[in-house]
């Protein structure tokens, strides 16, 4: 069975701070694919990023950054000099290959006071 | 040029109600699935239909009927409507059935049930 844990159900930073978003997983696949989702206030859910397991590079997209370590089953994503449009809740994903079935963590809600 | 769509966007009735939801997506993908979001923002997959065929079916009441009449659509029917079944219903959909695809949501529909 698969797992996401994202700890941290809320946080709160002042525009333009660093803040990382936490996602731990849990699988016994060997291939396996991890994505981040975004959900903005209006509600709808949009795609971020998209990382398979045998790629352990970091990627980084403008002042998004994802830092993907599988010695420690994380793929933790940061956002650099933040603003308030990042305010958002932010969902990580697990999907194994061969399973087309995405398992979502719980989310974290990110707050940027302005 | 909506790539998933989804009516209602709200839809608020009466416990005991038999309602339905619509769900097409215009991007000529194979698979469509839906998701449902309880209060607490947790996402859990439903349903998952590739070419009409039924895919994944989780642990969901059988009052929960999808029904697929094309590639494009996936519609959602609920008998018996409980008060339990509040919640945000997300139709997603994804090229194929491959781990790596990524799914392409809806707007989403809000279901409350009085």
């Known amino acids: ?114 | 040029d909506t790539a998933v769509s989804q009516t209602p966007k709200y839809l608020v009735t009466q416990m005991g109600n038999d309602k339905s939801i619509k769900c097409e997506q215009n991007l000529g993908h194979d698979t469509m699935y839906w998701y449902k979001q309880d209060s607490k923002k947790f996402l859990k997959i439903m349903f998952s239909y590739n070419n009409k065929e039924l895919i994944i079916n989780e642990t969901v009441p059988n009052r929960f009927s999808p029904k697929s009449p094309d590639k494009a659509h996936l519609n959602l029917h609920i008998n018996s409507l409980e008060l339990g079944d509040s919640a945000v219903y997300f139709c997603a959909s994804s090229q194929g059935l491959a781990a790596a695809d990524e799914q392409f949501f809806g707007p989403g529909t809000r279901l409350t049930v009085l």
């Open chain 1, 1 to 114: 069975a698969q797992k996401v844990t994202q700890a941290q159900t809320e946080i709160s930073v002042v525009e333009k701070e660093d803040v990382t978003l936490d996602c731990v997983y849990e699988t016994r696949d060997t291939t396996y694919y991890l994505f981040w989702y975004k959900q903005p206030p209006s509600g709808e859910l949009v795609f971020l990023i998209r990382r398979n397991s045998f790629d352990e590079q970091n990627e980084i997209s403008g002042r998004y950054s994802w830092n993907f370590q599988k010695s420690t089953s994380s793929f933790n994503f940061t956002i650099t000099a933040s603003q308030v449009v990042d305010s958002a809740v932010y969902f990580c994903a697990l999907s194994p290959l061969g399973n087309e079935k995405l398992t979502f963590g719980t989310g974290t809600r990110l707050t940027i006071i302005p």
